[in-house]
């Protein structure tokens, strides 16, 4: 079955940098597109990054050029780099290949203070 475990979150400054890792296991990691999501407390979940297999990237307007998504196939895991923190990333990220799936690991909480 299909396991996502995300880590790297924390208590950072404006400006800060942090980098946050989703290690996958029940699935063949090397053919899934991936995507790295973020909910604020009283916001919808929303894709923030994605990777396909082949390594293309994608990024929402307001971390475009502040993160960078990346994956490493011989690890299952994907990585967001996140620079140039702002309190309105202050979210909990979640990492997934389906979000149709009604599936999502535990998430790890990022919070961004001014």
């Known amino acids: 079955q299909v396991q996502l475990v995300e880590s790297g979150g924390g208590l950072v400054q404006a400006g800060g940098s942090l980098r946050l890792s989703c290690a996958a296991s029940?699935?063949?990691?090397?053919?899934?597109?991936m995507g790295w999501y973020r909910q604020a407390p009283g916001k919808q979940r929303e894709l923030v990054a994605a990777?396909?297999?082949?390594?293309?990237?994608n990024y929402e307007g307001s971390v475009k050029g502040r993160f960078t998504i990346s994956r490493d196939n011989a690890k299952k895991t994907v990585y967001l780099q996140m620079n140039s923190l702002k309190p309105e990333d202050t979210a909990v990220y979640y990492c997934?290949?389906?979000?149709?799936?009604?599936?999502w690991g535990q998430g790890t909480q990022v919070t961004v203070s001014s």
């Open positions: 990777i396909t297999s082949g390594g293309s990237t």
């Open positions: 997934n290949r389906d979000p149709t799936s009604g599936y």
């Open positions: 029940g699935i063949i990691f090397n053919i899934a597109h």
